[in-house]
């Protein structure tokens, strides 16, 4: 596979993998705290959307890591892309939902969306 196939294999699965570790993360949190809301109802606490901003972060680092793990000689360039698809991805959700949290948490979950990933894709081309 050239290098091109693999920034895009990068990619996918960066962008797969966090986006179904979020999807079923966030069914295990809804069942291990029965007190948080189902999908589409307002969220205002602090704490539990902090935990989900940490989530993602980790989930970011994670991402970056596999699309340069996978891209080869590319590595930092899947990182990238990663990091863009994520964030558009993430403005699209976050615009649709933003009656159901608080400003201040779609504006810190899309501002650490790129530097997480990135970093991430750091940490694997090492």
Same mark, same amino acid.
């Given at each position: 596979?050239?290098?091109?196939?693999?920034v895009v294999l990068g990619v996918i699965a960066g962008v797969a993998l966090w986006s179904v570790l979020w999807v079923g993360g966030a069914q295990a949190a809804q069942a291990m705290f029965p007190g !948080?809301?189902?999908? $589409?109802?307002?969220?205002?606490?602090? @704490?539990?959307? =902090?935990?989900?901003?940490? /989530?993602?972060? #980790?989930?970011?680092?994670?991402?970056?890591?596999?699309?340069?793990?996978?891209?080869?000689?590319?590595?930092?360039?899947?990182?990238?892309?990663?990091?863009?698809? !994520?964030?558009?991805? $993430?403005?699209?959700?976050?615009?649709? @939902?933003?009656? =159901?949290?608080?400003?201040? /948490?779609?504006? #810190?979950?899309?501002?650490?969306?790129?530097?997480?990933?990135?970093?991430?894709?750091?940490?694997?081309?090492?």
């Amino acid at each position: 596979m050239g290098s091109g196939g693999r920034v895009v294999l990068g990619v996918i699965a960066g962008v797969a993998l966090w986006s179904v570790l979020w999807v079923g993360g966030a069914q295990a949190a809804q069942a291990m705290f029965p007190g !948080l809301p189902e999908a $589409g109802v307002r969220l205002d606490d602090a @704490g539990a959307l =902090l935990g989900f901003i940490l /989530y993602s972060a #980790v989930l970011s680092i994670l991402a970056g890591w596999t699309a340069t793990a996978l891209a080869g000689g590319a590595a930092m360039r899947a990182a990238w892309i990663t990091a863009g698809v !994520l964030l558009a991805l $993430g403005l699209y959700f976050e615009i649709t @939902g933003w009656g =159901l949290t608080p400003a201040w /948490y779609h504006v #810190v979950f899309l501002v650490l969306l790129v530097p997480a990933t990135v970093w991430g894709g750091r940490l694997k081309a090492r």
